[in-house]
């Protein structure tokens, strides 16, 4: 805005005298649609980070990542949703369907291996693989790289945090680093037992909790502070034909690991539905009616696990309780999740 332009249109006889209410109404009528575009652009300017968990959450929601830019890491991996997806497989750039369903990437800085067959060993190795994945970001991580050092502020945040350019290392470093702050533990079961609160819980929580620990014997392979033995098991979704996704056999070669799967941790578990490593399953309800007779579901299963060779018997009161046990397992952050009906 120019003095200029706002004394021709103030003047209001042509003589130089300044009639001061045109004058106000124009500046009114200026100054705030500039204030509004200031604001409105104030308003999307990314802060800078500040250490390589805050770079990584910014690259994990930068679509600059992916082949035509259209997708990020949270675009499957939903935060609404405890950082997983909400359907059976997510679609990568020009709408790719993978071929299996996208796990919670909450509560895992403290996994031995990842992926649903263990194909990586740390977390800054799986940071990279879903951007060069063809069904994914499709995006040959040689040429994220180099978007990275062309982009002029991600060149400047790589050089203040690691004191270098953007690379290879210190990509997967910098998500991984932003992955590893997505721990959760404050929901009400944490409440009930650690620190004491009875009250955190209801009754069919508690008892749920005792399904899960004995007749459900969902302890032999969910424990410990984030609920997975982390190990790979068979739990009677393989049978060669229309289940066959042979899981981690493919990167072992052990015959034994035919149809075996990592056993996900269940933290928030009740938000991160469908369910399984095909995502076969849309509820908690329908996990808990399968475990209870995995053969009613699928009779001609191949190699599964012998913990689940026999029907648990577990009355439909049971399944209600294990089912609010594990909604129990939501973090506060998260919306509250009905169990099933009665």
């Known amino acids: 805005m120019h003095w200029q332009d706002g004394r021709n249109y103030a003047t209001g006889n042509g003589q130089g005298k300044i009639n001061t209410k045109n004058m106000k109404r124009y500046f ?20 800078e980070p500040a250490d ?18 259209t997708i990020s890491c949270a675009s499957c991996h939903k935060p609404g949703f405890a950082f997983a ?7 990568g750039v020009k709408k790719r369907r993978g071929t299996r369903n996208t796990p919670s990437s909450m509560n895992i800085a403290r996994l ?24 994914e970001m499709n995006l040959p991580v040689e040429e ?25 290392e210190n990509l997967a470093t910098a998500i991984s680093a932003f992955e590893q702050t997505l721990e959760t533990s404050d929901s009400p079961f944490d409440k009930w037992k650690m620190n004491n609160d009875a009250a955190a819980v209801n009754d069919a929580v508690k008892r749920g909790f005792t399904v899960f620990s ?16 982390n190990q790979f098991r068979n739990i009677g979704l393989f049978n060669g034909k229309d289940l066959n996704d042979s899981g981690r056999i493919v990167i072992s070669g052990k015959h034994e690991d035919l149809g075996r799967f990592k056993t996900p941790g269940l933290r928030n578990v009740a938000i ?7 995502g076969m399953f849309k509820t908690l309800g329908e996990v808990i009616d399968f475990y209870n007779d995995p053969g009613k579901r699928v009779a001609n299963s191949i190699n599964r696990d012998t ?25 506060k952050q998260f919306a509250l999740v009905k169990t099933r009906k009665k």
């Open 144 to 168: 994220a790289v180099r978007r990275l050092q062309k982009n002029k502020s991600y060149k400047e945040y790589f050089k203040k945090i690691f004191n270098s350019e953007p690379a290879a």
């Open 307 to 331: 913990v689940l060779l026999k029907p648990l018997g577990l009355t439909e009161l049971e399944k209600r309780d294990l089912e609010a046990f594990l909604v129990s397992l939501t973090d």
């Open 28 to 47: 009114i009528t200026i100054s705030i649609p500039t204030l509004l575009i200031v604001f409105i652009q104030a308003s999307v300017i990314k802060p």
């Open 112 to 135: 031995p291996f990842f992926f649903w067959d263990g194909r990586s060993a740390t977390l800054e190795e799986q940071a990279l693989v879903p951007i060069a994945n063809p069904d």
């Open 272 to 278: 991160t539905a469908p369910y399984m490593h095909n």
């Open 52 to 69: 390589e968990a805050a770079l990584g959450k910014l690259l994990f929601f930068d679509p600059i990542l992916s082949k035509d830019k």
């Open 85 to 91: 997806d909400t359907s059976a497989v997510s679609l």
């Open 214 to 229: 004995k007749k459900g014997k969902c302890t032999q392979c969910h424990f410990g502070s984030d609920f997975t033995q």
